[in-house]
């Protein structure tokens, strides 16, 4: 197939996410572990240009010295699978912009592959059935298909198996990025040692079977914080969303990864100190984040924690029909 390089190049934006709340549940048998998050894509997000021409192969174009740029990147091998389900053939190049900070937690490269993935679709004027992009989406990693679905997602399994919510409202935040990377393996590792304690995973499976028989039973005896997530919660006076973090998620990777990293649960307590009605690591980190009131206060904090030595970006969150409305608006956005 022959291309024509300058009408075959689409340019995405690749949202980023956090987790309100994850519960870490068993070590499988195949390595990974049980896990139960909702997750919440936000307005942070790199661009990603994607060209096909004549010849073959996949290059990788970043300036960020950080960003792989051979095989072991998700990009790269999002393509690779995608090439091959959709019998394409040609040279793919892709320009990652990095404006997410590289720090872990908010599944930046996640959120690049699939990107990478809808701007492949678009360039080659094909589209894989749904449900193959949700399944190589999987193979690359974990948290890559909650992109394909956005807004307000539960994930289940190893986090793989995604499920829309009613989309939470848009809400301020402020997302913080310290220096220090945490390996999401030894996060994992730790709360595995910790596990030694008894009825520490009988957690897990409670909160999985009580969620399933809600979904089977109208959510009519569903643990009080998922069912607030599940039931449409309108005519409250408070937005949703911090009242549905207030009512007890959590994220079970605190408990390890804070006492490894105490310039971690610093940066908590700095967007409590903030204003932040509600304040959490994202994934196993680095990155917190705080939900605001307003967008004014969420602003206010960011430029606060700036102030006193801190990484900090105000934006919101996203439902599903703004982010995927985003995600292709990027006409003007330049990439460097
Ligand atoms: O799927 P992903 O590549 O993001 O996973 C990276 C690593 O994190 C895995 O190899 C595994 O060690 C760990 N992991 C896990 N349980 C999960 C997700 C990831 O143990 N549910």
Redesign the pocket.
């Known amino acids: 197939m022959a291309y024509n390089l300058a009408a075959m190049t689409v340019r995405v934006r690749a949202f980023a996410k956090i987790n309100l709340g994850l519960s870490i549940g068993p070590?499988r048998h195949d390595?990974?572990?049980?896990?139960l998050t909702v997750y919440q894509t936000i307005g942070l997000h790199d661009v990603i240009q994607v060209s096909v021409g004549r010849g073959s192969g996949i290059e990788i174009r970043c300036t960020d010295p950080r960003v792989p740029r051979d095989e072991s990147n998700t990009c790269y091998r999002i393509v690779e699978k995608a090439m091959q389900a959709l019998n394409a053939k040609g040279r793919v190049v892709i320009h990652i912009e990095k404006r997410l900070p590289v720090r872990g937690g908010l599944g930046g490269a996640?959120a690049n592959a699939v990107a990478t993935l809808l701007a492949l679709e678009r360039v080659l004027k094909k589209a894989l059935p749904v449900a193959s992009r949700l399944r190589i989406a999987a193979e690359v990693?974990?948290?890559l298909p909650l992109f394909l679905v956005g807004g307000t997602v539960l994930g289940l399994?190893?986090?793989?198996q995604v499920y829309p919510l009613e989309d939470l409202p848009a809400t301020a935040c402020v997302v913080v990025t310290p220096e220090v990377g945490v390996s999401?393996?030894d996060a994992?590792a730790r709360w595995d040692r910790k596990l030694t304690m008894p009825g520490a995973s009988d957690r897990m499976i409670e909160l999985g079977r009580e969620l399933s028989a809600q979904l089977s039973m109208s959510y009519s005896g569903a643990p009080r914080s998922f069912r607030r997530i599940v039931r449409p919660m309108r005519g409250r006076a408070e937005n949703p969303l911090l009242e549905l973090v207030r009512a007890g998620i959590k994220n079970d990777f605190e408990q390890v990864v804070f006492p490894e990293y105490p310039e971690l649960s610093e940066g908590k307590y700095a967007l409590e100190r903030a204003g932040a009605k509600y304040a959490s690591l994202s994934g196993s980190g680095s990155t917190l984040y705080g939900l605001f009131a307003s967008k004014e206060a969420a602003r206010t904090a960011a430029a606060r924690l700036r102030r006193q030595g801190w990484a900090a970006q105000a934006t919101v969150t996203l439902t599903r029909k703004r982010y995927w409305r985003r995600i292709f608006d990027c006409r003007f956005l330049m990439v460097d």
């Open positions: 070590l390595g990974f572990h049980e896990l996640s990693g974990s948290d399994g190893r986090g793989e999401t393996p994992f």
